[in-house]
């Protein structure tokens, strides 16, 4: 049997000559994983940073970073450019937690300022600092908000420094008509006139000037309301020189000798002050003759 033989310029046949290297290869292309292993990080980072009290902004901050990597690191793995799809999309969804406990902890902290301001005083407590000295004097209180009196008879006027001035009337009974709501069967109704008299050269908004009354066993009273306008509250600014009238009228249980009228003239500027005194001798509890037709049995209270 005879081998044939190539002719000449025509290619060979069969392996190449030993020792001879092949064609070359294109190297394989190193995976990049940093985005998706950065977000992890900053996704459990932010998390943990978002059950921390007062340390949401961090929580936030971390948890949108998170985010913003995650997504690029599940993108570039979805083009072949990464291997950890897995981890870009856990620090994605980790990132997403982080920022949703930071804006919680901002509206928890919104809240609890919002709380704090409207405590006596309108501030934030504090506490006090160890290196304070028990004798040092205290800052003066503003203008506007004097430290706090001793009750005032009924009848007294209160002046604060910035020349506002607030005067309520002894308890004068009062009769609510049939549509009465607040009113208990047995109790005492008593009607209440307070003015205020703008002396100061601003404005001041009395709508916020609700009082508050509590009988001797120091229980809150119940406000009465009913068509005769058995409580007639404040509204609106009082210009400097004006001069504002308000009734309040309040259910009082029977046993109670004396009370406690507190009031203000607006709420956060100027401290409430407190009248205090007996309840008017032979004041029934709202059920006598011309009961239903709203009006006072004493129709002149002491106002000044």
């Known amino acids: 049997m005879t081998v044939p033989v190539n002719s000449p310029g025509q290619p060979q046949w069969g392996p190449p000559p030993p020792g001879r290297p092949g064609p070359p290869q294109a190297p394989a292309q190193q995976a990049r994983n940093g985005l998706g292993a950065a977000s992890l990080v900053l996704g459990v980072v932010g998390a943990g940073f978002g059950l921390v009290p007062f340390l949401f902004w961090l929580s936030g901050t971390l948890g949108v970073l998170a985010v913003v990597l995650g997504l690029a690191g599940h993108g570039r793995a979805r083009k072949g450019g990464a291997t950890n799809r897995g981890v870009a999309l856990a620090g994605s969804v980790l990132g997403g937690i982080a920022t949703v406990l930071g804006i919680a902890g901002l509206l928890l902290t919104v809240v609890f300022v919002k709380d704090a301001a409207k405590s006596p005083g309108g501030t934030i407590p504090k506490a006090p600092s160890s290196a304070a000295s028990s004798s040092a004097p ?152 011309g009961a239903g037709s709203g009006t006072d049995s004493d129709p002149s209270p002491v106002t000044d």
């Open 138 to 289: 205290g800052p003066n209180p503003a203008p506007s908000t004097p430290p706090a009196q001793k009750p005032q008879p009924f009848g007294a006027t209160h002046a604060y420094p910035d020349g506002v001035k607030v005067t309520v009337s002894k308890p004068a009974p009062y009769t609510p008509d049939a549509s009465a709501s607040g009113h208990r069967k047995g109790n005492r109704a008593l009607r209440f006139t307070v003015t205020i008299v703008n002396d100061s050269a601003e404005s001041i908004d009395i709508t916020s000037a609700v009082p508050t009354l509590r009988g001797s066993d120091g229980i809150e009273a119940e406000a009465i309301y009913d068509d005769e306008h058995a409580t007639s509250m404040f509204a609106g600014a009082l210009e400097p020189g004006g001069r504002a009238t308000g009734k309040f009228a309040f259910s009082v249980p029977p046993e109670s000798r004396t009370v406690d009228f507190q009031i203000g003239p607006q709420t956060l500027k100027y401290d409430e002050t407190v009248w205090s005194g007996p309840v008017v001798t032979g004041t029934g509890p709202g059920t006598g003759p």
